[in-house]
């Protein structure tokens, strides 16, 4: 199956033909469907074989879960861009470390955004990359897991933007504005993967492949995230979990125009808008303490 969240909240079946409307077939009553079905003993795969409700074309697809508890984020997890980063002094900035060094970080679940929403970019005058990434939605809460137990815990695959202001802030400040975690078009259930290291991923700006890579380029899987995650934190139901990204990232502005592609997953076409907004020109004056 291919959930996927459209509409304002309603959860379907993404088919060759269309989508499905499972919101009220499966009695689905929260503005989060996903999560809400990751929590239930729920199964739509009963009416994949139903008559559309609607073409692609004519709904807004949003992001698959609406706001998860976290997103868990894997740094520098394949070899070639952990050469880029070095060899670029705008990415190795606080940036040179592996999950082995410094461990994951998180991304705040108000940076989730769908497809059809879009990135802005907040500053005219800072570099803004993109970065596609492989990324996956948990079907259960777990903790302390070990990682050959993961796999059964993981409600489907779905590709992820994480969009990065450069520069010294910390890295989920950098990470973390508003649109700056794009997931879509739909979450792929396990069933649909034969096997999520070896997919192949692609990222275009404006027609251009920048990024291309498959996923068995890996250094750390995806359960050996989530098992090394589970130690300090509960992995809850609905948080996301994404990989890290290959070679190739490279600044984004206000009218390019990014298409993500992973095999077996689905693809996406996200616009970049820009603000009018010069980070020279913020001004935050410190608090007078102790007067």
Same mark, same amino acid.
């Given at each position: 199956m291919r959930l996927v969240r459209f509409n304002d909240d309603r959860l379907g079946l993404l088919t060759d033909d269309g989508i499905v409307d499972v919101t009220d077939r499966l009695g689905l009553e929260t503005n989060d469907p996903l999560r809400e079905y990751a929590t239930r003993d729920l199964d739509a795969s009963e009416f994949s074989d139903a008559d559309a409700d609607y073409d692609r074309g004519e709904v807004r697809i949003e992001s698959p879960v609406r706001r998860p508890g976290k997103v868990i984020a894997a740094p520098l997890n394949y070899e070639n861009h952990v050469e880029e980063a070095l060899a670029d002094k705008d990415i190795v900035t606080q940036e040179w470390f592996t999950i082995e060094d410094k461990g994951y970080f998180l991304k &705040? %679940? !108000? !940076?989730? &955004? #769908? %497809? =059809?929403d879009g990135i802005e970019v907040p500053f005219s005058d800072r570099r803004v990359d993109h970065e596609i990434e492989l990324a996956f939605v948990m079907g259960e809460d777990v903790k302390d897991i070990d990682s050959d137990d993961v796999w =059964? &815990?993981? $409600? #489907?695959y779905t590709i992820l933007l994480d969009v990065s202001v450069r520069g010294d802030q910390d890295r989920s400040n950098r990470k973390s504005y508003d649109t700056f975690t794009i997931i879509g078009p739909c979450v792929a259930t396990p069933d649909e993967i034969d096997d999520p290291h070896d997919l192949e991923m692609e990222l275009q700006l404006n027609g251009e492949t920048r990024q291309q890579e498959n996923t068995g380029e890996m250094i750390y899987s995806c359960a050996d995230i989530v098992e090394y995650a589970s130690i300090g934190a509960t992995i809850e139901a609905g948080d996301v979990i994404t990989t890290g990204t290959p070679e190739g990232v490279s600044a984004i502005t206000g009218g390019d125009t990014i298409d993500a592609e992973i095999e077996s997953v689905g693809s996406m076409v996200v616009d970049v808008t820009e603000r009018d907004l010069s980070f020279e =020109?913020? =001004?935050?004056?410190?608090?007078? $303490?102790n007067e």
């Open positions: &705040a %679940p !108000s !940076s989730v &955004a #769908g %497809p =059809d =059964d &815990a993981i $409600l #489907g =020109d913020v =001004d935050v004056e410190k608090s007078q $303490l």
